[in-house]
């Protein structure tokens, strides 16, 4: 079994900070993958980020990173120098290998102000 | 850059009828998905689709949801008799083997009425 857990239903950020999503994580399975998508308010979910559960370092996507604790099961999504643009929901998700189905988290609506 | 691209956008069906969501993965990929997402939820899977069968189903994915490969491009979710609950985003999704991350198509808003 996996599941997520995204304890922060909102967040509220000022332009050009870095900010932190939290994410923890539960697998029956030692080889998972993890991910990060970004949903704005038109409605397509769009990739940010991957981290395998084998990686050593922590995945990195331009101004996003992904925080990998293993022993602490947590995934956390940090972006840096937020931008207006960032505004939207952010679902943290995950897979196991010997799985197909993704599953998600609840999600954290971010909000950038100017 | 390859995508994931759904039609219709928006669908607006009676209660009663069928629909079929139509979806065209990303072609080198393996693994096809269709989730759904009502509005203001988590994003709840649906079905995943591997080597021409269902691979893995959730408990929503019931005898009213089908989903078929019919021409090794196209990747469509049908839903027979509509029911006002039904009505949500419909994503498609699909991904290359291994621990690989999934892409989504903008998907598809059915409303049910």
């Known amino acids: 079994a996996q599941k997520i857990t995204q304890t922060q239903p909102g967040m509220f950020v000022q332009e050009k900070e870095a900010v932190t999503l939290d994410c923890t994580y539960d697998?029956?399975?030692?080889?998972?993958?993890l991910f990060w998508y970004k949903q704005p308010s038109s409605g397509e979910m769009i990739f940010l980020i991957y981290?395998?559960?084998?990686?050593?370092q922590n995945a990195t996507e331009g101004r996003y990173s992904l925080n990998f604790q293993k022993a602490r099961k947590s995934a956390n999504l940090v972006i840096s120098a937020s931008q207006l643009g960032d505004s939207a929901m952010y679902f943290c998700?995950?897979?196991?290998?010997?799985?197909?189905?993704?599953?998600f988290g609840k999600g954290t609506r971010l909000h950038i102000l100017p | 850059e390859p995508e994931v691209t759904q039609t219709p956008s928006h669908q607006v069906t009676q209660m009663g009828q069928e629909v079929i969501l139509r979806c065209v993965p990303i072609?080198?990929?393996?693994?096809f998905y269709w989730y759904r997402q009502i509005l203001g939820q988590k994003v709840e899977f649906l079905v995943s689709?591997?080597?021409?069968?269902?691979?893995?189903k959730s408990e929503i994915f019931d005898d009213q949801f089908s989903v078929e490969r019919p021409d090794g491009s196209n990747f469509t979710l049908k839903i027979r008799s509509t029911k006002l609950e039904d009505s949500a985003m419909y994503f498609c999704?699909?991904?290359?083997?291994?621990?690989?991350?999934?892409?989504f198509g903008q998907g598809t808003r059915l409303t049910v009425v």
């Open positions: 998700a995950s897979r196991m290998n010997r799985d197909d189905k993704i599953i």
């Open positions: 697998t029956s399975d030692p080889s998972y993958g």
């Open positions: 981290q395998g559960s084998y990686d050593q």
């Open positions: 072609s080198n990929h393996l693994y």
């Open positions: 689709f591997y080597n021409n069968e269902i691979s893995e």
């Open positions: 999704a699909s991904r290359d083997r291994g621990l690989t991350e999934a892409f």
